[in-house]
């Protein structure tokens, strides 16, 4: 039986991205259909490289796809991350910028905030970290990088390139032992300058690591940019969880829409026996995103090698030669994040309605 284009795109029409809840023709996800007697072939575009429905989607393409008489499907797959509306007219070029927050310090924003950079440039994205702890940069250390001076081209400050993604820190700025006193107007202006003065480049994605606490940073970056969203990291405990429902009623607050929030330290699997230990008490996270109705991006364990590779800058090894009882969750963490990201920045604001009187 051969098959016609028209009907091909009927039946992709049938298909939906499982997260955009739209079909993949509407979408524009389609970029390419070739029709030889019963075989198929196209290119589906997706809204990222980190897309976590990849397989699902896969599945339903070909289902539809065979119902209508398709002996063979072959899927060449693209990625085009859609950037934040509004976003380019603030920083060029930058698609979309995430912040990592907690109400709490050391619950791990840094940690995740290096391992979803390093994971969303390994799925093949253009990604920038720009730490914007000024009290206590963490990040030239995590990325083995705390001896570079950036370098200055044009009146503009270059990102240091450190694993393959473009790094800023007050760290490369100031003397690793000195204490840095801040007040409002001084955060204010570091932080834009980080932001209008560093040559970012193209990037799908711009992720901040903050400083703990609900303070000034937040507060400047909402005000200077169309933030993409917020993902706010917390531990299983109570205290901790009460901090993070802080910090989510200050991105409310601040208009910055809620990514998810990542469970860190969730538990914790002995190297020599395989045990799993809930040593903080595990999926309190899980319950309070439930309960406040907002994404929950995974549940990262307490692990040897994260701790280690933060401490001597070699986040790769997370990612290689780390076994699957911490890869699988940090790898789905960073899925999920990618594609609440695009779920976040497709949504355009509602057009205005025109009311004639
Ligand atoms: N999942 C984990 N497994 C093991 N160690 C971890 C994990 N997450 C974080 N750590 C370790 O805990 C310490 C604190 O983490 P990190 O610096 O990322 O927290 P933070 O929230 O950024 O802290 P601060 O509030 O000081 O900025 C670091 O030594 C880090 O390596
Ligand atoms: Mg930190």
């Known amino acids: 039986m051969s098959l016609s284009n028209e009907s091909v795109l009927d039946a992709l029409r049938r298909v939906q991205d499982p997260e955009l809840h739209k079909d993949l023709v509407t979408l524009n996800m389609i970029k390419r259909v070739d029709v030889t007697g019963d075989r198929v072939s196209l290119n589906v ?14 599945k339903d393409i070909t289902r539809e796809l065979k119902a ?3 002996a063979a499907v072959d899927i060449e797959w693209s990625a085009q991350v859609r950037a934040t509306p509004k976003l380019a007219a603030q920083l060029p ?3 979309n910028t995430i912040a990592v ?17 390093l994971g969303l440039h390994r799925d093949g994205a253009k990604v920038g970290l720009l730490d914007a702890d000024v009290y206590g940069p963490s990040i030239p250390k995590m990325l083995g990088i705390e001896n570079e001076k950036p370098k200055v081209r044009d009146d503009k400050i270059l990102p240091i390139v450190a ?32 932001l209008d003065q560093v040559d970012w480049g193209e990037l799908d994605y711009l992720i901040i690591d903050l400083p703990p606490g609900t303070g000034d940073v937040p507060l400047t970056l909402s005000q200077s940019l169309p933030m993409t969203g917020a993902v706010v990291v917390c531990t299983p405990q ?8 802080k910090a989510l009623r200050m991105y409310q607050q601040l208009n910055v829409p809620i990514l998810g929030i990542v469970e860190n330290m969730s538990y914790f699997i002995a190297p020599d026996t395989g045990k799993e230990y809930d040593l903080f008490g595990r999926g309190g996270a899980k319950r309070a995103a439930q309960r406040l109705d907002v994404p929950f991006l995974g549940e990262i364990p307490i692990n040897i090698n994260i701790r280690v590779s933060g401490d001597a800058g070699t986040p790769v090894t ?7 009882t911490s890869r699988e969750p940090i790898t789905n963490f960073v899925r999920a994040l990618a594609g ?17 009187t």
Do not use: Y
């Open 45 to 58: 575009e997706l809204t990222t490289p980190a897309c976590p429905m990849k397989d699902q989607i896969s």
């Open 68 to 70: 209508i008489g398709a």
């Open 93 to 95: 070029g930058v698609k």
């Open 101 to 117: 927050g907690a109400g709490k310090g050391g619950v791990g924003k840094s940690t995740i905030s290096v391992l979803a950079a």
């Open 163 to 194: 694993h393959g993604i473009r790094v800023m820190s007050m760290g490369f700025m100031v003397e690793p032992e000195r204490a840095v006193i801040w007040r409002g107007p001084m955060i204010h202006g570091v932080i834009k300058q980080f």
């Open 238 to 245: 109570d205290v901790a969880l009460l901090d993070a429902v």
């Open 318 to 324: 997370n990612f290689e030669g780390a076994d699957a």
């Open 340 to 356: 609440r990201i695009s779920v976040q920045s497709m949504m355009q604001p509602a057009p205005l309605e025109l009311k004639i």
